[in-house]
T-cell receptor, first 113, second 109 residues
Framework: DTAVSQTPKYLVTQMGNDKSIKCEQNLGHDTMYWYKQDSKKFLKIMFS???????INETVPNRFSPKSPDKAHLNLHINSLELGDSAVYFCASSPLVTGGAQYFGPGTRLTVT | GQNIDQPTEMTATEGAIVQINCTYQ??????LFWYQQHAGEAPTFLSYNVLDGLEEKGRFSSFLSRSKGYSYLLLKELQMKDSASYLCAVDDSNYQLIWGAGTKLIIKP
């Protein structure tokens, strides 16, 4: 059984388009995250939700909007895509809001042309 | 500010032992994590230290000294499949992990 899943795995799109990435976890965790990993491999937190409530909203362009319909799902919608948005986006979940290990999805490789 | 330092790259020989160091300065501390990330894959959880001392898990061990802001990951009996990036991350007690840039470990036969 897949613990944290993301769709799609690959996403190639043109500048200016709007796209969404979906994430689901079946671990029963309360906390979910979105990370961006750029070409230099540095992991940067974007958002965190605990029981559908936003708890971390880092300095991210407002073109990025997370949505958590329930605690098992955290989706990421991106408007007006730019070249600099090209990266791998990871979803993760944790059983604890702090002090718990995070478990990552397989990642979505976004390429903006 | 919050800062985590680890070497960018290390090289070791198959069958040998390697130690990857991590130093940190964070506003809070609620534990330190080590993750392994193979190229093109997601990070996977390796270890968690919240108290000083050594935690052993098979071929991998992780050490923490909170007073020194220091941790290391020790990998024994290196195998080719251990070639990966190793990420150090600190829970800053503010609901997020502060991540290091990762250490790329290259294993040679």
């Amino acid at each position: 059984d897949t613990a944290v899943s993301q769709t799609p795995k690959y996403l190639v799109t043109q500048m200016g388009n709007d796209k969404s990435i979906k994430c689901e976890q079946n671990l029963g965790h309360d906390t979910m995250y979105w990370y961006k990993q750029d070409s230099k491999k540095f992991l940067k937190i974007m958002f965190s939700y605990n029981n559908k409530e936003l708890i971390i909203n880092e300095t991210v362009p407002n073109r990025f909007s997370p949505k958590s319909p329930d605690k098992a799902h955290l989706n990421l919608h991106i408007n007006s895509l730019e070249l600099g948005d090209s990266a791998v986006y990871f979803c993760a979940s944790s059983p604890l809001v702090t002090g718990g290990a995070q478990y990552f999805g397989p990642g979505t490789r976004l390429t903006v042309t | 500010g919050q800062n985590i330092d680890q070497p960018t790259e290390m090289t070791a020989t198959e069958g040998a032992i390697v130690q990857i160091n991590c130093t940190y300065q964070t506003s809070g501390f609620n534990g330190l994590f080590w993750y392994q990330q193979h190229a093109g894959e997601a990070p996977t959880f390796l270890s968690y230290n919240v108290l000083d001392g050594l935690e052993e898990k098979g071929r991998f061990s992780s050490f923490l000294s909170r007073s020194k802001g220091y941790s290391y990951l020790l990998l024994k009996e290196l195998q080719m499949k251990d070639s990966a990036s190793y990420l150090c991350a600190v829970d800053d007690s503010n609901y997020q992990l502060i991540w290091g840039a990762g250490t790329k470990l290259i294993i040679k036969p």
